[in-house]
């Protein structure tokens, strides 16, 4: 983050502001750094164009803030300008600024949310489900390392209501092994039908904390458990090496999110399917459990939900809802 220069009361070592600004640093997850940065980058432009002096740019007055958010009017969604206004709060906390954002911003940000095009709206995403993940079953080619492992992968994503980022690289050559869940933290099988716990040691909510999540046996072609014995089987590396890997031309090659998400949107434009994303992966999993009965609160434990924000990803309520509500006994 861009970093104005601001007054501290108290006088303190340059190891205790290193030590600091060192955890500052880690406070937030790097996808997120950089969207921030894409937005203090845009607020900076435009105090330039305003011809705001930079000793009124941090602690930005609820002025400066609300002409900002006002800027986007017409063009973003507001909850994209509701996003920007907390990567300045996170700017101005970062540097120790007060934060002068109150009612009035409040107002204009619904404001700017009410005059939004509908143009500026996406569509919700829609989730992986199950059917898909026997399409790529089917049209992978499973003698080859990479489809083999991206078939694994997805399944595994799916039924565990993984993020990508919590199994998946950033690097092909290289990976970080404290934030990419690796062979070693893969489980023997711990029941009867084979399924296994995978131990992520690094989490959106838990951090370096980690979480472990189960992986169970499924009944066809979509089976976490035999697209990871496969893939095992076929992309044989030391424990220490991520999960997702696989045996290329080039040498041991970590599977990334692009690379990932490229192969199966091959296999199902191919097939008249619309793509997918990488969260649609987590989103399809919760769908897919509810779908099949699983009651929510389990769903939620399983998917490691702090909140009922998950409530937000159901899909297919048109399917649930029957599922759960027509044909009530009379009280």
């Known amino acids: 983050m861009s970093s104005p220069t601001v007054q501290h009361n108290v006088q303190l070592s340059a190891l205790a502001h290193n030590r600091i600004h060192q955890a500052l640093d880690a406070a937030w997850a790097d996808s997120t750094l950089r969207k921030y940065r894409s937005v203090i980058w845009s607020f900076l432009l435009f105090c330039e164009l305003e011809h705001i002096p930079p000793i009124a740019r941090c602690p930005a007055s609820e002025v400066l803030l609300c ?9 973003l969604a507001g909850d994209s300008v509701r996003n920007h206004m907390s990567a300045l709060k996170a700017w101005h906390a970062y540097h120790n600024a007060p934060w002068h954002g109150s009612s009035r911003l409040h107002f204009v940000l619904n404001g700017v949310s009410n005059l939004a095009p509908s143009s500026s709206s996406r569509p919700p995403r829609p989730p992986v489900t199950r059917s898909m993940l026997l399409v790529l079953a089917k049209h992978l080619d499973l003698s080859v390392s990479l489809d083999a492992c991206c078939l694994a992968a997805a399944c595994v994503a799916m039924w565990g209501q993984l993020r990508l980022g919590e199994i998946l690289s950033s690097w092909e050559k290289s990976f970080h092994g404290p934030l990419v869940a690796c062979r070693s933290n893969l489980s023997a099988a711990f029941n009867a039908n084979g399924s296994r716990k995978l131990f992520l040691p690094f989490t959106k909510v838990k951090k370096n904390r980690g979480e472990e999540v189960i992986i169970c046996r499924q009944c066809d072609l979509s089976d976490p458990i035999q697209a990871l014995e496969h893939h095992l089987t076929l992309n044989v590396f ?9 045996l290329s031309p080039a040498g041991i090659c970590c599977l990334t999110r692009r690379k990932f998400i490229s192969r199966c949107n091959s296999i199902w434009s191919a097939a008249g399917i619309p793509t997918a994303s990488g969260h649609s992966f987590r989103i399809g999993g919760t769908t897919e459990l509810l779908l099949s009965g699983v009651p929510p609160d389990v769903v939620k434990a399983l998917g490691r939900w702090s909140s009922d924000a998950f409530l937000r990803y159901w899909r297919k309520l048109d399917l649930l809802a029957p599922r759960h509500i027509e044909n009530l006994p009379p009280t």
Request: overall charge neutral; aromatic content about 16%; charged content about 10%.
């Open 238 to 246: 030391e424990q220490n090496l991520p999960l997702f890997c696989y």
């Open 67 to 75: 002409a900002f958010a006002s800027s986007r009017m017409g063009n």
